[in-house]
């Protein structure tokens, strides 16, 4: 797997709840390529639940939306938003049971939209949340004109 880096990290102002390293109260989430797969490992943490030890149901959206706008952005190569995410929701997920792995593939591109199947494993390999994002892409001359766009790299 290849680290991407993210190239926002130092533009004044980027706070992204998801991926921002600098935001406090954000989740901090890195990303890998992994073939045709982005991969996230994150560690939930005792202020993201729901209930006792659980982690928030919101908390796991988040997860599944940024991976996939991270998917979208790294494949397609362009900006976008979400316009859906449908979310089922399988087993618990304890914030105080180790790390877990989110994995997105893109399964359909059309024109300017892709479909992304996100799962998010406990640390025992587990699927606990299944997601599927349909994301929205702008064209490269828009993305890189309004939305700051700009190809991802990985570290070697």
């Known amino acids: 797997m290849k680290k ?3 190239p926002w990290n130092a533009m004044p102002g980027y706070q992204c709840f998801g991926c921002a390293q600098n935001n ?17 490992i994150w560690n939930p943490e005792a202020h993201y639940q729901g209930w006792i030890d659980t ?18 952005h790294y494949f397609m190569k362009a ?12 087993k618990p997920i304890y914030t105080n049971k180790g790390e877990l792995t989110i994995r997105a593939r ?3 591109r059309l024109r300017n939209i892709a479909i992304i199947n996100v ?4 640390k025992e390999g587990e699927i ?21 766009y ?3 790299e990985t570290e070697e």
């Open 119 to 122: 799962t998010i494993r406990n």
């Open 55 to 72: 982690l928030h149901g919101g908390i796991q959206c988040t997860l599944i939306d940024e991976i996939a706008g991270w998917t979208s």
């Open 24 to 40: 406090e109260h954000g989740l901090k989430m890195e990303f890998h390529v992994d073939g045709d797969e982005i991969v996230s």
């Open 128 to 148: 606990c949340t299944e997601g599927v994002v349909t994301f929205f892409t702008f064209s490269k001359e828009i993305s890189e004109k309004q939305y700051f």
């Open 150 to 152: 700009t190809e991802l």
């Open 106 to 108: 893109m399964e359909k």
């Open 4 to 6: 991407i880096k993210n």
């Open 79 to 90: 900006c976008g938003v979400t316009s859906k995410i449908e979310t089922k929701f399988i």
